[in-house]
Nanobody, 120 residues
Framework: QVQVVESGGGLVQPGESLTLSCTVS????????MGWYRQAPGKERVVVAS???????NYANPVKGRFTITREAANNTAYLHMNSPNPEDTAVYYC??????????????WGQGTQVTVSS
C-alpha cells in the first residue's frame, strides 16, 4: 500500500523561511514525478512545483524565484523550500506523486495535506 506523508507546515511570519517534506512509502515505490499543490480557502487546488526523477523542475508563476523543490531519491522524499513567503501563500499544501511499485499500474497518489499559514 502506497502512503504519502507530508510534514513541516505551521505558522510563519512573512519573510520567514519554511521547508515542507513529503515522503513516499514503501521504499520500493518508483516515484517518476513528485509535486506540491496548494489549496487556499474557497479556491481550487493548484500546482505549486514539481520535480521528475531526472531532476527537471517546474514552478507556478506566483512562486518562481521564491520556492525551490528538491528531492532525495534514496529516501523517496521531496522538499519544498519556501523562501520569502507572504500571506497569499497561506493554504493547505498537498504532495502528489506519480509512479508505481514493480510492474503495477502507474498512477497518482496524494498526501493528506499540511497547513501553512503566513501571518504577522
Amino acid at each position: 500500500q502506497v502512503q504519502v506523508v507530508e510534514s513541516g507546515g505551521g505558522l510563519v511570519q512573512p519573510g520567514e523561511s519554511l521547508t515542507l517534506s513529503c515522503t513516499v512509502s514503501p521504499r520500493t515505490f518508483n516515484a517518476y514525478t513528485m509535486g506540491w499543490y496548494r489549496q487556499a480557502p474557497g479556491k481550487e487546488r493548484v500546482v505549486v512545483a514539481s520535480i521528475t526523477n531526472y531532476g527537471i523542475t517546474n514552478y507556478a508563476n506566483p512562486v518562481k524565484g521564491r520556492f525551490t523543490i528538491t528531492r532525495e531519491a534514496a529516501n523517496n522524499t521531496a522538499y519544498l523550500h519556501m523562501n520569502s513567503p507572504n500571506p497569499e501563500d497561506t493554504a493547505v499544501y498537498y504532495c502528489n506523486v506519480y509512479g508505481q511499485i514493480g510492474s503495477a499500474r502507474i498512477q497518482y497518489y496524494w498526501g493528506q495535506g499540511t497547513q501553512v499559514t503566513v501571518s504577522s
